[in-house]
């Protein structure tokens, strides 16, 4: 209800917003959802996906940095690139040994680096809060990043995780 009165310009301000502007901050957000936290902390954004695109002609031009806590030892052998239509999921790419390379990273729950990342093949086994970058030298050309997403699989084709992008 707020976004759509935020967009249509009604005015809103009142003592609650007042207090949630002067004392939290916008971590992160995934479509029309704003995820708050508190001016003097950071998070981990758990569950989303960043694409970076590095200059011509630096390979890979391609970097994909997945925010992940996976709570129980997982494999990991795929990741499928993901457009959420309406009711429909669309597979638009895929990534695996023979196409990517694959850095994992352990992290602190503010999102910050725990150790130094690891370099790891498909199928992989990974737990805990973790950053996974995947380079790779090809990404669907002008495709926005709203509506679309991460799945993970494991080797049996079972989904292990998912991460929305954010910009």
Same mark, same amino acid.
């Given at each position: 209800?707020?976004?759509?009165?935020?967009?249509?310009?009604?005015?809103?301000?009142?003592?609650?917003?007042?207090? =949630?502007?002067?004392? +939290?901050?916008?971590?992160?957000?995934?479509?029309? +959802?704003?995820?708050?936290?508190?001016?003097?902390?950071?998070?981990?954004?758990? *569950?989303?996906?960043?694409?970076?695109? !590095?200059? @011509? &002609?630096?390979?890979?031009? @391609? /970097?994909?940095?997945?925010?992940?806590?996976? !709570?129980?030892?997982?494999?990991? !052998?795929?990741?499928?690139?993901? %457009?959420?239509?309406? #009711?429909?999921? %669309? %597979? =638009?790419? !895929?990534?695996?040994?023979?196409?990517?390379?694959?850095?994992?990273?352990?992290?602190? &729950?503010? *999102?910050? *680096?725990?150790?130094? *990342?690891?370099?790891?093949?498909?199928?992989? /086994?990974?737990?805990?809060?973790?950053? =996974?970058?995947? +380079?790779?030298?090809?990404? &669907?050309?002008?495709?926005?990043?709203?509506?679309?997403? =991460?799945?993970? @699989?494991?080797? #049996?084709?079972?989904?292990?995780?998912?991460?929305?992008?954010?910009?």
């Amino acid at each position: 209800m707020y976004d759509f009165l935020k967009r249509e310009k009604i005015a809103t301000e009142s003592p609650l917003m007042q207090w =949630l502007h002067s004392n +939290y901050r916008s971590a992160f957000a995934v479509e029309t +959802y704003e995820f708050l936290v508190r001016k003097d902390r950071s998070i981990a954004a758990v *569950g989303t996906a960043v694409l970076h695109e !590095s200059d @011509f &002609p630096l390979l890979p031009r @391609f /970097k994909i940095s997945v925010l992940l806590n996976v !709570s129980a030892l997982a494999q990991f !052998s795929s990741v499928d690139l993901v %457009r959420f239509q309406d #009711d429909t999921v %669309r %597979r =638009l790419a !895929s990534w695996r040994a023979d196409d990517s390379r694959v850095v994992v990273t352990p992290l602190k &729950p503010d *999102g910050s *680096g725990k150790a130094k *990342g690891t370099e790891c093949v498909f199928p992989f /086994k990974a737990r805990g809060l973790l950053r =996974l970058d995947i +380079y790779s030298d090809r990404f &669907p050309a002008n495709l926005p990043p709203g509506r679309c997403g =991460l799945r993970l @699989f494991d080797p #049996d084709g079972n989904r292990m995780a998912e991460a929305r992008f954010i910009e």
